[in-house]
C-alpha cells in the first residue's frame, strides 16, 4: 500500500523559512500527483499547493509568491519550500496523493500522511 511520511516541521520566527518533505513509497510515484493541505486549529482542512506528474504546480492565493512546491522523482519526494511565513500559516500540514491530473479538493485525493506541524511565531 502507498505510504507518505512528511518531515521538516517545527517552530519558526514570522520571517522565516522552513522546508517540508514527503516521502512515498508503495505506488507509482511518477504518474502521480502529490499536494500539501494544512489544517489551522478551528479550521477547516484547506489546500495549500500541489504538483502534477508533469510537474505544473497550483498554490492557493494565500501562499502564491511565498511557497514553493518541486518533486523528485528519483527520490520518490515531494517538498514544500515555504519563505517569508506567517503566523497564518501555522498548521498541521498534510501530503496527499492521487493517481493522474492535479486537483485542489481534498476528497480527490487517494492517500494521505500523518502530518507534520509547522508553528510559525511572531
Known amino acids: 500500500q502507498v505510504q507518505l511520511v512528511e518531515s521538516g516541521g517545527g517552530l519558526v520566527q514570522a520571517g522565516g523559512s522552513q522546508r517540508l518533505a514527503c516521502a512515498a513509497s508503495?505506488?507509482?510515484?511518477?504518474?502521480?500527483?502529490m499536494a500539501w493541505f494544512r489544517q489551522a486549529p478551528g479550521k477547516e482542512r484547506e489546500f495549500v499547493a500541489g504538483i502534477g506528474r508533469f510537474s505544473s504546480t497550483l498554490y492557493s492565493d494565500s501562499v502564491r509568491g511565498r511557497f514553493t512546491v518541486s518533486r523528485d522523482n528519483a527520490k520518490n519526494t515531494v517538498y514544500l519550500q515555504m519563505n517569508s511565513l506567517k503566523p497564518e500559516d501555522t498548521g498541521a500540514y498534510y501530503c496527499?496523493?492521487?493517481?493522474?491530473?492535479?486537483?485542489?479538493?481534498?476528497?480527490?485525493?487517494?492517500?494521505w500522511g500523518q502530518g507534520t506541524q509547522v508553528t510559525v511565531s511572531s
Open positions: 508503495g505506488g507509482t510515484f511518477s504518474t502521480s500527483s
Open positions: 496527499a496523493q492521487r493517481y493522474f491530473a492535479l486537483r485542489m479538493e481534498e476528497k480527490d485525493y487517494d492517500y
